[in-house]
């Protein structure tokens, strides 16, 4: 068990629906993580929170979204499904200060546009 | 910009023999390099890393990796394999510390199949 907590671990909807995937990070670590994990994709970076504030952007659509609130958790919205946004998604956390690269992940939530 | 390579998309391997999944990186400057295990329905986890210092690091269940600079190669080792080892393994690279804190870019994984 790494600490880190995501829900719900499996959604199916449809296209054109809305969804918030969650992410409780380990007790204490700051930083957030969301990765896309898709068959014809491979694992992509989305994007990174520290502390409440947006710290780096990777691949991530503009109908995605996502923030982390002042209890460190953090949420990711997905907008206007298509079908090629099913895929799992992670989250990781790590802590300030920790050691380099050594990320903790969730299981994932594995979403499933129809 | 950063990124690494997994050349087999699987490793086919018999109990009791040695196993190398292997990952070359492309990075300006010098390279943080790391593995890490997925197994089904689970999380990554952590294995192993290179930072700095000597080439042959050692990681968690008995795997090591070797940096060799001259071949941009951190090719994941393992003396003898275990049926339980078989999952699905990805190499990554630290992005420059830039803003990117612990963003790190993963490879296309290599699935590790050991057979009795």
């Known amino acids: 068990d790494s600490g880190v907590t995501q829900t719900p671990k499996h959604l199916i909807t449809a296209t054109g629906q809305r969804v918030t995937l969650r992410c409780s990070p380990r007790?204490?670590?700051?930083?957030v993580y969301w990765y896309q994990q898709s068959l014809d994709q491979g694992l992509q970076f989305l994007i990174q929170?520290?502390?409440?504030?947006?710290?780096a952007k990777g691949n991530i659509l503009e109908r995605f979204s996502a923030q982390q609130f002042p209890d460190l958790h953090s949420e990711l919205n997905l907008s206007s499904l298509e079908l090629g946004d099913s895929a799992l998604y992670f989250c990781a956390s790590t802590e300030a200060g920790g050691p380099v690269g050594e990320l903790f992940f969730g299981e994932g939530s594995r979403l499933t546009v129809l | 910009a950063q990124s690494v390579a997994q050349p087999e998309d699987q490793v086919n391997v018999a109990e009791g023999n040695p196993l190398t999944v292997k990952c070359t990186y492309s990075v300006s400057g010098n390279p943080y390099l790391f593995w890490y295990v997925q197994y089904p329905n689970r999380g990554l986890q952590f294995l192993l890393k290179?930072?700095?210092?000597?080439?042959l690091v050692k990681g968690s269940y008995g795997f090591e990796a070797e940096f060799n600079k001259s071949q941009t190669s951190f090719h994941l080792k393992k003396p003898s394999a275990l049926v339980s080892d078989s999952a699905l393994y990805f190499c990554a690279v630290r992005d420059p510390v830039t803003g990117g804190g612990n963003k790190l870019t993963f490879g296309t994984g290599t699935q590790l199949k050991v057979e009795l």
């Open positions: 290179y930072i700095t210092g000597d080439n």
């Open positions: 929170y520290y502390n409440g504030e947006e710290r």
């Open positions: 007790s204490g670590d700051l930083s």
